[in-house]
C-alpha cells in the first residue's frame, strides 16, 4: 500500500505556542513525500497560492524551525518532510481558509491530493 502525504497541523491556528512572532516563522509541514516531487498549494477556487520542489537528495530541513532551536550537533532528515512559511508566491500572508494541495512525484508522476485549513 502506498503512503499518503500529509501536512500537519491541521488545522493550522495562527498564534499557537509553538509560532513565531514573525509571518515567515510559522510553518506547515508536509510529510510523507516522495523522494523528489513538486507540492502545489491551491485556494478554493483553484487558484495557485504557492509552490515548491522537495529533493530528498538536497534538503536539509531548512525551516524546521523545532530542530533548528531544540537538536543539537549534525541532523539526519529522513527526506521525507518539507516545511512550507504560509507566504504566497506573490509574498501575501496566507488568509484564513480552506486550501488544496497536489503533490506529483518526478520519479512515476502520480499525484496524491489533499487539504488543510488555516485559522486566525
Given at each position: 500500500k502506498d503512503i499518503s502525504v500529509g501536512v500537519y497541523p491541521n488545522p493550522y491556528r495562527v498564534q499557537a505556542?509553538?509560532?513565531?512572532?514573525?509571518?515567515?516563522?510559522?510553518?506547515?509541514?508536509?510529510?510523507?513525500?516522495?523522494?523528489?516531487?513538486?507540492?502545489?498549494?491551491?485556494?478554493?477556487?483553484?487558484?495557485?497560492?504557492?509552490s515548491f520542489t522537495h529533493d530528498a537528495t538536497s534538503y536539509q530541513g531548512e525551516g524546521i524551525?523545532?530542530?533548528?532551536?531544540?537538536?543539537?550537533?549534525?541532523?539526519?532528515?529522513?527526506?521525507?518532510?518539507?516545511?512550507?512559511?504560509?507566504?504566497?508566491?506573490?509574498?501575501?500572508?496566507?488568509?484564513s481558509g480552506l486550501y488544496f494541495y497536489t503533490v506529483e512525484d518526478n520519479t512515476t508522476g502520480k499525484v496524491q491530493r489533499g487539504r488543510f485549513l488555516v485559522i486566525k
Open positions: 505556542t509553538w509560532d513565531g512572532n514573525l509571518e515567515r516563522d510559522r510553518k506547515l509541514y508536509f510529510f510523507n513525500l516522495p523522494a523528489s516531487c513538486e507540492v502545489r498549494i491551491y485556494t478554493l477556487a483553484g487558484d495557485l497560492v504557492d524551525q523545532w530542530t533548528e532551536k531544540f537538536s543539537r550537533g549534525n541532523r539526519v532528515y529522513a527526506g521525507g518532510e518539507h516545511a512550507w512559511d504560509l507566504v504566497t508566491k506573490d509574498d501575501q500572508a496566507l488568509a
